[in-house]
């Protein structure tokens, strides 16, 4: 399956005047789950905020479905099945946990499908199940995760993007969130993953991307990254 | 008793005016604008009963199916015409637009209408009960206040909607990645914050006289209450108008009819001292 799915190119980001993203090229192919990598400023939230279209790009493209959607804006990129779960996870602390996940299923395309996807998400996240009555700003920073990738699924996207899942919980809560990545992965959905934990992360992606300065620095798969000296030097800590 | 009188006559008319801030405190909330038309909506619909009752004979509480639909369309227009291009500006120029809007329409109520106060005589008999006499008008405008507070509560919380609309008010970036279009919330808002206030018009038609350049009374009125019961909280609206009402009318057997105005504002200040979010405001803000 090499369809891709997600194609970026040429992309370039100011922020007012000044320039954050030169020239971003990717793709994530259809089943895939892709990796973004870099170091802090580097750029990664700045590149899925572009691509959702919270962000407009100065120049560069972004396709989805093979339909140019750069121009597209961020609510209407989500009604089309490409999500994304910011990150702090944006959670509507004051509103219940069922809420969130109903907020999560606000478009049309999703409505239609609300009840499957709430039963497949509390599957997944029986906790959610228990708690779907309490305010999310209760929950614990894990639960939190787990509530934002919920609702992230529950506008039932053919594609998701996460920044930084593994922000801010133990290292145990951690390695769960990224079992249920590798999990929805299996399950066919693609993913976008950016993240500073490199080890866990390239343990379970296909292919990542190093994004150094508002550029794309290397691309390749683990083992590529594995084998790259300075690579594992400068930026990877490994 | 007079004073257990005066405290149910405090709750009614609290009611109302909780009710006229909670499309204040709504639009506030979703859009980060404070609207001083607020006020002039509230005498756009009190002028618009009182002529469909001299005209038609229409009852200002049948009007109520016109003025609020009307008030709907009118906020709908004003948004996408004029508030819209500053929700994104810094919110002194959202305050000069409501200004200017509220100027424009108290200026053209004076310039088509006089600015002679108008009256309807319409009475409801009064309601007795446990030694307490309630003028059956300010029982109907409590009634009222009570079902849009409950047809508010439902559609905030039972309709995809009016869950947009708190999810906006509480964050706005998480929203838009739900794929709810702040743009259309925003609009929502504002076109159901004018029909509270243009349907509160009506009622008003019951309680007291209006004349065109009454509107900025309402408008502080309804700012006070807000700001009372803390910014975006729809409860902390109706709380904060049921705390002015009582304290209002409580006051007037104490002290001389025209220091009673002054008793809001000094609740106002002296809870701003000690939580300065209001009563239900979030913490910390």
Not at chain 1, 53 to 70: E, M, Q, R, W
Not at chain 2, 166 to 193: C, H, K, Q, Y
Not at chain 2, 228 to 255: E, K, R, T, W
């Amino acid at each position: 399956m090499t369809e891709p799915l997600l194609e970026v190119s040429r992309l370039a980001v100011n922020y007012g005047a000044v320039p954050v993203l030169w020239d971003i090229s990717l793709t994530v192919n259809r089943g895939e789950l892709v990796v973004l990598l870099g170091s802090n400023g580097a750029g990664k939230t700045t590149s899925l905020r572009s691509v959702q279209g919270v962000l407009k790009p100065k120049s560069g493209k972004v396709a989805f479905n093979s339909k140019d959607i750069t121009a597209l804006a961020a609510n209407k990129v989500t009604a089309i099945g490409l999500s994304l779960v910011p990150e702090g996870r944006g959670l509507f602390a004051t509103m219940t946990v069922e809420e969130n996940l109903q907020l999560g299923a606000f478009s049309k395309r999703a409505r239609k499908r609300f009840g499957e996807n709430l039963s497949s998400v509390y599957e997944l996240f029986p906790i959610l199940k228990e708690r779907k009555g309490q305010r999310a700003g209760s929950l614990s920073g894990g639960e939190q995760q787990m509530l934002a990738i919920g609702r992230g699924l529950m506008s039932d996207p053919e594609m998701l993007m996460l920044d930084e899942p593994s922000l801010g919980l133990a290292p145990i809560v951690v390695s769960k969130v990224f079992k249920v990545l590798e999990g929805l992965k299996d399950r066919g959905l693609t993913i976008l993953l950016v993240e500073q934990n490199v080890e866990v992360s390239l343990a379970i992606a296909d292919r990542g991307y190093l994004l150094e300065n508002g550029k794309i620095a290397f691309e390749g798969t683990p083992d590529q990254f594995r084998a790259n000296e300075s690579l594992r030097e400068a930026y990877l800590g490994l | 008793m007079l004073l257990a009188e005066l405290v149910v006559l405090g709750l009614a008319y609290g009611l109302l005016f909780g009710v006229l801030a909670l499309g204040l405190t709504l639009i506030w909330g979703v859009m980060k604008v404070v609207n001083i038309a607020h006020g002039d909506f509230v005498i756009v619909g009190a002028y618009s009963s009182y002529w469909l009752f001299v005209l038609a004979g229409v009852h200002p509480i049948l009007s109520i199916l016109f003025t609020a639909p009307f008030g709907f369309g009118l906020g709908i227009i004003v948004y996408l015409g004029l508030v819209r291009r500053v929700v994104h500006a810094p919110e002194l120029m959202s305050l000069f637009l409501t200004f200017g809007i509220s100027t424009l329409i108290s200026s053209l109520l004076l310039y088509i209408y006089s600015p002679n106060q108008r009256a309807i005589s319409v009475t409801f008999p009064s309601i007795n009960g446990l030694g307490v006499v309630l003028p059956g008008n300010v029982a109907i405008a409590a009634a009222y206040a009570v079902v849009v507070a409950t047809l508010l509560r439902i559609f905030l919380t039972k309709t995809y909607w009016g869950k947009a609309i708190r999810a906006v008010t509480e964050d706005s970036s998480s929203a838009l990645l739900m794929g709810i279009n702040p743009e259309a919330v925003s609009m929502l808002a504002f076109g159901i914050g004018v029909a509270i206030a243009s349907s509160v018009g009506s009622v008003v038609m019951l309680l007291q006289a209006v004349y065109p350049t009454g509107g900025s009374e309402f408008t502080l009125l309804a700012f006070v209450i807000v700001v009372l019961g803390g910014l975006g909280s729809p409860f902390g609206a109706l709380l904060g108008g049921i705390v002015i009402g009582v304290v209002d009318n409580v006051a007037s057997l104490y002290l001389p009819a025209a220091a009673t105005p002054a008793i809001g504002f000094i609740i106002l200040v002296i809870v701003l001292i000690v939580r300065p979010s209001g009563i239900m405001g979030a913490k910390g803000r």
